[in-house]
């Protein structure tokens, strides 16, 4: 059984920093790896993702401010968030797509919460 492992997350002040770690574990092979965050009363939006070839996507609203890396190979993936504002205060939720035909996997969410 395939999870998806998520760590980071927490209370920052605008302005500051913070790291999302994502891990799966179980036997898979992924295509792809990212995050998704979702706000209080809206729908779950891109923030970034990365490709087992190393393409990367962001979201125009992050781009200049968050980094993706990781080693989609391994299965693992992060999020380096700075410069964070308020609006970014959302669960951010860890995103696999696997290398076969098959149901995507999430993990559970983190918080993240943008505040003075």
């Known amino acids: 059984q395939v999870q998806l492992v998520e760590s980071g997350g927490g209370l920052v002040q605008p302005g500051g920093s913070l790291s999302l770690s994502c891990a799966a574990s179980?036997?898979?092979?992924?295509?792809?790896m990212g995050w998704y965050r979702q706000a209080p009363g809206k729908q779950r939006a891109l923030v970034a993702t990365?490709?087992?070839?190393?393409?990367?996507n962001y979201a125009e609203s992050v781009k200049g401010r968050f980094t993706i890396s990781g080693d989609v190979a391994k299965n693992t993936v992060y999020l380096q968030m700075n410069s964070l504002k308020p609006e970014d205060t959302a669960v951010y939720y860890c995103?696999?797509?696997?290398?076969?035909?098959?149901?995507?996997?999430w993990g559970r969410g983190t918080q993240v919460t943008v505040s003075s």
């Open positions: 995103w696999l797509h696997p290398a076969w035909v098959g149901t995507d996997y």
């Open positions: 990365i490709t087992n070839g190393g393409k990367i």
């Open positions: 179980g036997s898979i092979s992924s295509a792809a």
